[in-house]
């Protein structure tokens, strides 16, 4: 044993209570630090709420980055999950199993698109998106080489998925990137409509920027990508990764807009916690693709499939409607709060993807939510997002206003 691997198990060794320091100090030795996290060890969840390893509670306004939407611990995944773990947890693609079927079908259906391909997280789903639209025009005998993504955009940090992201910071580095990309403005049409060509195999947009500051696609943007699809043929994703499947009280938020999708990409809500993502296209692209052309080891194997049947299940039992029944009260909440805080100049979103807009870095909200017991996270420098359980309760809605005004008040004064 080297020396630090006998530290690391000296460490490991007093686990149980296992001090929030000494879980940093092995995560400092060992971890790529790719990562800034704050300054708290969570050990448990129960529904809405997370426990710290000093058995400490915060409300939790963020699910993991949007992803745990039945709350934490909710009993129909956790009993799908534990059931499925003593059945069979993964069989690869080779062979069929009694899940991927039955959730591909829940997923066509509550999106309007024929066909699903499952992977493994939101990223890896995008990529997917792009490689069917390509594939989709080679085999149409027209190759079209380019795509269109939008300002403040985010797609994920795979090389495919990096190249469609609009922020430099995060593509600089990693370059070369896919060709061909070209970025448009998220408010001007024209820029759009002159960018789309029959080169262009898809544009992609996410019917509301999560990163990019909770915002929702305007109006203009809208009608710009059907019209610009009508003209040239180009193919349009839907980023739902984010906005999609509850989040904003629909299914997907596409359909809220008005747009019509020839593929979609979906990840975090779907396996509310358990990884997985999909790819939906249309028959229409279905048609263009053949065995072989794409593939995972993991994607869609029996536990992330029997753990997404219980997300849509849920959903399907009223979930859905107690999304869109609580979803205009938190916003109304925010709204009143905005009101009442100067620095707060706008408040964005739908449903349960909410962001408050100030006129300065947002930074500091975070620790002060957190000391208040509130988990919030600031996206797009100055937004404070908000992507709550879809499991939150009103009583829970009036708890976390109150603590995000305390926290506000304490940015403010500083
Ligand atoms: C709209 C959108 N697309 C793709 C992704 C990438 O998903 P993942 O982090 O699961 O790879 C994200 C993640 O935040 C996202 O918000």
């Not at 403005?185 to 909770?214: C, F, K, R, W, Y």
Request: hydrophobic letters at 45%; proline letters at 6%.
């Amino acid at each position: 044993m080297t020396k630090a691997e006998q530290e690391t198990s000296a460490l490991m060794s007093t686990a149980t209570e296992t001090p929030a320091t000494t879980v940093q100090a092995v995560e400092a030795a060992h971890v790529l630090q790719t990562y800034k996290r704050q300054p708290v060890v969570l050990v448990r969840g129960e529904g809405v709420w997370l426990i710290g390893d000093d058995g400490r509670r915060y409300l939790d306004l963020l699910s993991g980055i949007g992803v745990n939407v039945l709350g934490h611990g909710h009993p129909a995944l956790v009993a799908a999950v534990r059931e499925q773990v003593g059945e069979l947890v993964h069989t690869s693609n080779l062979f069929f199993h009694p899940w991927q079927g039955p959730l591909a079908e829940k997923l066509t259906r509550a999106s309007g698109l024929e066909r699903a391909f499952f992977c493994n997280s939101g990223a890896e789903a995008v990529e997917g998106c792009l490689k069917f639209a390509r594939r989709f025009w080679y085999t149409a005998g027209t190759p079209r080489p380019q795509f269109i993504a939008f300002e403040r955009g985010f797609s994920g940090r795979t090389m495919g998925a990096l190249s469609t992201t609009w922020d430099e910071h995060y593509r600089t580095p990693f370059g070369p990137l896919v060709p061909e990309v070209r970025f448009v403005s998220n408010d001007d049409p024209d820029d759009l409509l002159s960018a789309v060509s029959e080169q262009t195999a898809a544009i992609l947009a996410e019917p509301i920027q999560g990163e990019g500051g909770v915002r929702p696609l305007p109006p203009q943007i809208v009608a710009a990508i059907n019209k610009a699809c009508g003209s040239t043929g180009a193919l349009y994703i839907a980023d739902e990764v984010q906005s999609g499947l509850g989040r904003t009280g629909h299914l997907f938020h596409f359909e809220a807009l008005g747009l019509c999708p020839d593929l979609i990409s979906v990840g975090k809500a779907l396996g509310a916690g358990v990884p997985i993502g999909a790819v939906l296209v249309s028959e229409r692209v279905a048609a263009n693709i053949s065995a072989g052309d794409h593939g995972t080891t993991y994607g869609g194997n029996p536990l992330a499939c029997r753990a997404a049947l219980a997300v849509m299940d849920t959903l399907e039992h009223g979930l859905l409607e107690h999304v869109r029944r609580v979803g205009p009260i938190f916003a109304a909440g925010l709204r009143e709060l905005a009101s009442r805080h100067a620095m707060v100049v706008d408040v964005r979103g739908a449903g349960l993807m909410q962001g408050l807009v100030l006129d300065r870095d947002a930074a500091p909200v975070v620790p002060a939510a957190l000391e208040r017991g509130l988990i919030v996270n600031r996206t797009a420098e100055r937004v404070v997002r908000m992507l709550p359980p879809y499991i939150i309760s009103e009583a829970e809605i009036a708890e976390a206003l109150s603590r995000l005004d305390a926290a506000l008040t304490a940015v403010q004064g500083a």
